[in-house]
């Protein structure tokens, strides 16, 4: 549903160029370097200073002071552009054109960066003031150091965060995967309040990363820089008790191993990563086929399969990566994302796939989905939705997973499409309702601060200090009424379209298409059943006949045989009732002479 004034599609404060999911909260990254959550509010995820849930998305405000303290400069006047937001399952991370981290939420395993509890308000790492760059670090002269560190990638997981510096270096901090083995060699993750530099891939460069419960796996340059094209190495390290490290096997690694699959001699390069809790799914492009030919991209999966996260139609777990071959392989994948028990992929034409738990919909292990269609799906499913009536979503941007919904944001970023489990408002449409069908999240927000291209939203819109105006509180009530009715009357409609075309084959051989109405039906408003039939046989060629002769002789036979059953049934009951009564009477004459 669109917001009530008007707004320009074009104004850059609407459009979306990044999104992220946590457990059950989602952050938004605006062209213009806003930041935006809503969701679940427990432990302070959302930066709003409060843990209360939001059902719609709201601004996150940073306060400029705590950077200005800790740079020991005024921050006075600065208006903070961000370029990277990060979700891990119950924390926050925002990334700073100029390289400053911010963290928010839960913090029990130090994943904020910061020694301090949990925070519902951003907190500024200034721990990476203090850093150099594992590089510079390691250079014996000071006229070989490449400049200060700078971040200019933020990732999070679990309870673990990451970043990436401008040197290509790779920093860890939170509940993350030990460097060195126990005494008794066993694996536990380890916490860490001050981001640690992951030391392995000193002398080349870390361009993309991406991290489960347990593990980690990263794309790094196979030269000291990346270069672009063919010189990405895959590596993983960490908990491998399911195979989600793709080595071969199930055995832990202390520290990253080139994923063999992907190395300098196979045919496939790697160009996107994704976790789930204990499976890992990478996109890749084949070296020697063109991109407009059949075989070009493949999305391949490994780890834990009991849900059939794995798209591979097997609940069995793989320790080497297999290829999703249900999916086309003549389309560009260009995102893809892990929730706990789920996959989706999304290609450039807007085409849509997801699988595992619960249809594809992750709905985690106590939330099971009703439907007559239940169960985990082995398989990619084409995911469609009431409320589009075509099927894929134009020119989109990403997808991102949450522990049991999903969200995509395409339209070039202007719009917002969720689904899955709506605990907490997290589906964005100021509703608890779940959705098992893509349905349009609120986006613009309304709220303080956020401009439109011709002007602010009028004063009746802004809230004003700590509490909304009494209108704001009003529409907000309004809209989730309005949008609880809505869900139902889909929920309802779905169920009805469904039923309409079962009726429709059985009886005319063919599922219902709304461009195919019956003439009786579009021209006078009601079905005259006797007149389609007529109408379809009198249209039928001879092959349709004989095939439609045959069909019903069929069924014919069967109701006759049920008919002739039903009626043995009844004559046997019959003959039993008869008995006992009979039985009953000679017990109440007494013995009989003979006796």
């Known amino acids: 549903m669109e917001a009530d004034y008007v707004y320009n599609s074009g104004n850059i404060s609407h459009k979306i160029v990044g999104i992220a999911a946590g457990e059950a909260h989602n952050l938004v990254l605006t062209g213009d370097g806003a930041v935006f959550s809503w969701g679940r509010g427990s432990f302070g995820r959302l930066g709003t200073g409060k843990e209360s849930d939001e059902l719609l998305p709201v601004k996150i405000e940073f306060d400029l002071k705590k950077k200005g303290k800790a740079l020991g400069e005024s921050q006075e006047g600065h208006r903070p552009k961000f370029v990277g937001i990060a979700a891990g399952a119950y924390h926050s991370l925002a990334l700073e054109d ?28 200034k721990q990476f003031l203090e850093l150099g760059s594992p590089r510079s670090l390691t250079n014996e002269s000071n006229s070989d150091r490449k400049g200060p560190l700078k971040v200019c990638s933020v990732k999070a997981g679990g309870m673990m965060s990451l970043a990436i510096d401008n040197q290509g270096s790779l920093w860890m901090w939170g509940s993350c995967p030990p460097q060195n083995k126990s005494e008794d060699g066993t694996f536990s993750l380890i916490s860490i309040n001050i981001p640690q530099p992951v030391w392995d891939f000193h002398g080349h460069t870390v361009v993309k990363v991406a991290c489960g419960t347990e593990h980690v796996v990263a794309l790094v340059s196979a030269g000291e820089t990346y270069i672009g094209g063919g010189d990405l190495l895959c590596y993983a390290w960490g908990n491998n008790h399911h195979g989600q490290l793709g080595v071969g096997d199930t055995e832990t690694r202390f520290h990253p191993e080139i994923v063999e699959a992907f190395g300098q001699k196979s045919a496939w390069l790697v160009y996107e990563i994704a976790c789930g809790a204990h499976h890992t799914a990478v996109l890749t492009q084949n070296k020697d086929v063109l ?70 919909l992750g709905l985690c292990p106590d939330v099971r989905y009703s439907g007559g269609d239940s169960g985990d799906a082995l398989f990619p499913l084409r995911i469609t939705g009431d409320e589009i009536r075509v099927s894929n979503f134009p020119r989109p941007v990403q997808v991102a997973c949450g522990a049991a919904h999903t969200v995509l944001v395409a339209e070039d970023g202007y719009k917002v499409w969720a689904w899955g489990r709506g605990w907490s408002g997290v589906l964005g449409r100021a509703t608890f309702l779940d959705s098992f069908t893509p349905c349009v999240a609120t986006w613009p ?4 601060n956020f401009d439109d291209e011709r002007g602010t939203v009028s004063d009746d819109h802004i809230i004003e200090g700590e509490g909304e105006s009494e209108r704001i509180i009003e529409m907000k ?55 389609e039939w007529e109408n379809m046989i009198e249209s039928a060629d001879v092959g349709n006949l004989t095939r439609m002769a045959v069909s019903y002789r069929h069924m014919l036979a069967e109701v006759k045989d049920k008919l002739m059953k039903r009626r043995i049934e009844e004559m046997v009951k019959e003959s039993l009732r008869s008995i006992s009564t009979q039985n009953q009477g000679s017990e109440n004459m007494g013995p009989s002479p003979l006796e």
């Open 98 to 125: 100029d390289g400053s981290v911010w963290s928010w939420g839960y913090n029990l395993y130090g994943q904020l960066g910061v020694s301090a509890e949990n925070s519902p308000y951003p907190c500024f790492v």
């Open 291 to 360: 991109e407009s030919e059949r075989g070009a991209f493949r999305c391949w999966t490994f780890g834990l399969g009991e849900n059939g996260q794995l798209g591979l139609g097997t609940t069995n777990s793989i320790c080497c990566p297999k290829p999703v071959v249900e999916l086309p392989s003549d389309v560009l994948l260009v995102s893809v994302d892990c929730g706990l028990f789920h996959t989706c992929v999304v290609s450039d034409a807007g085409d849509v796939w997801s699988w595992g738990m619960e249809r594809g």
């Open 445 to 448: 927000p309304l709220g303080k």
């Open 477 to 531: 009530q309004k809209l989730s009424l309005a949008m609880e009715e809505m869900q139902l009357v889909q929920s309802k409609l779905a169920l009805i379209e469904r039923y309409a075309s079962v009726l429709h084959t059985s009886i005319f051989g063919k599922p219902f298409e709304e461009r195919e109405l019956p003439s009786t039906l579009r021209n006078w408003g009601m079905f005259n059943v006797e007149r």
